[in-house]
């Protein structure tokens, strides 16, 4: 039964449990094919001139074969469980998130620095004492498509067990001094299906660790480091030299992730701690698409090398930077103006006591710092340069997610703040991108 603390979600999104059902099976097919389009033994050229229908499944085994091969299990699972253990074990900045409905907070280690270094010295001592064979990115290059599978299947099983475990009520009372777990305002629509889909439980942890936040900060984007690692040093075995299109979108990437996890404090007050729960759709996106699919200009850069021009290197360089620069001074600006550090910007007032901002920044577009994150995205894509249309999915995809959360913050906000949202749009009327969307 629905509670006050937990009411019944009425409204879904993705159309619901067939939407879930269908973005459960189409999703990881559609990673699993993209992967297959970028092998050693066989990648796409131009316009997908040598596409073959009959590539997409070469190589891929029998379903019993993925849960057999202990190897990649074990690998895998070690590297989730020293990870996990690292995050609760080394030092960081405790910090609580934002105020729940119940009226606490949850605490959080800031500890990516840490994590981070530990990982670097690991990697820096596995070079010294292999005299930088490293068969650990041998063997995850040579995997790639098999352990792209597991992820997959490590997934189910993590978004089964969030699901039966948020109906195990809490050891102690929570701040309404009930057992009452608090799940997501979008994940309680009692049909399985779609609540296993979207996540039922708003914060699930074990212990110290919160399970969310590990996942969307720990082995998914370091993977996809490792990942891109892996294709660099594959090509440095193969040919004793450096490729500076691979090293330059390896740099980028791996600055930007770096610099995610670094300032993971950011991340608490994002959408994807604050209201959705942890079910198969962030679980599969953090654990499998962001590493399997974010990779796919260092994959492909791997197999079809090109060396990039200085005029090449420096457009490149110059719109990551731009993006970057536009992605964090919008963030910066937003957070000084909520801690009240910039009072003489623009805003509007709602019913709500809160301010809307509509200067600076901000008066350019509702979700400016959208903008630098997708420009970021492109420059990336830019390391092929246009040897395929292919290497762009991540910018298109990525485009479509920006808009799709751009639609739901605006669904939301529109009914927060009514009459005070009506004005704001008419100020700022832009979407993302200025004088365009």
Known sequence: MPSKLNPRTKDVEFGGSLGAIAISVGLPILTIILNQMVRPDYYIKGFFSNFHLAELWNGIKPSNYYFTRFDLWTYYTTWHVVLAVLDVILPGKRMNGVELRDGTKLPYKINGIAVSAAMVLVLAFRWQLTKGQLPELQFLYENHVDLCIITILFALLLSFYCYIASFVPLFRKNGCKTNEKILALGGNTGNPIYDWFIGRELNPRIGPLDIKMFCELRPGMLLWLLINLSCLHHHYLKTGELNNALLLVNLLQGFYIFDGVLNEEGVLTMMDITTDGFG????????????FTYCLQARYLSVSPITLSNYQLMIILGLMTLGFYIFRAANKQKSDFRQGKLPHLKSIATKRGTRLLCDGWWAKSQHINYFGDWLVSLSWCLTTWFQTPLTYYYSAYFAALLIHRQQRDEHKCREKYQ???????????YKIVPYVY
């Open 280 to 291: 198969f759709m962030l679980a599969f996106g953090d654990l499998t698409l962001v590493p």
């Open 419 to 429: 009459a005070s949202w009506q004005e704001y749009e008419k100020q700022v009327p």
